[in-house]
């Protein structure tokens, strides 16, 4: 059975820092390619970063560019995401989310940014 698991997510000041972990489990990990998206209330869910299967290619929607960055690690079955210089308009809820022959969901971790 697959399953991803996020975590790390928390309140934090504006300006702050959190790494989001995804765990991946019942897949060969280093086959998929690897997203985060993110909810906020009342609003569609939206693609935030994406790093290829190799982890050599990465991509980043524009207002999180320079800020937020993807990484993976095959070895641990882990999806990181570093967000730096949190906004309040970061707060969401963040889902992780494998792709390769089927797409698999986390259920995800809620970041919220409030001073």
């Known amino acids: 059975q697959v399953q991803l698991v996020e975590s790390g997510g928390g309140l934090v000041q504006p300006g702050g820092s959190l790494r989001l972990s995804c765990a991946a489990s019942?897949?060969?990990?280093?086959?998929?390619?690897m997203n985060w998206y993110r909810q906020a209330p009342g609003k569609e869910r939206e693609l935030v970063a994406w790093i290829g299967a190799t982890g050599r290619s990465t991509k980043y929607a524009d207002s999180v560019r320079g800020r937020f960055t993807i990484s993976r690690d095959d070895s641990k079955k882990t999806l990181y995401l570093q967000m730096n210089s949190l906004k309040f308009e970061d707060t969401a809820m963040y889902y992780c989310?494998?792709?390769?022959?089927?797409?698999?969901w986390g259920k995800g971790t809620l970041v919220t940014v409030s001073s």
């Open positions: 019942g897949l060969t990990f280093s086959m998929y390619t």
């Open positions: 989310k494998a792709e390769h022959a089927r797409t698999y």
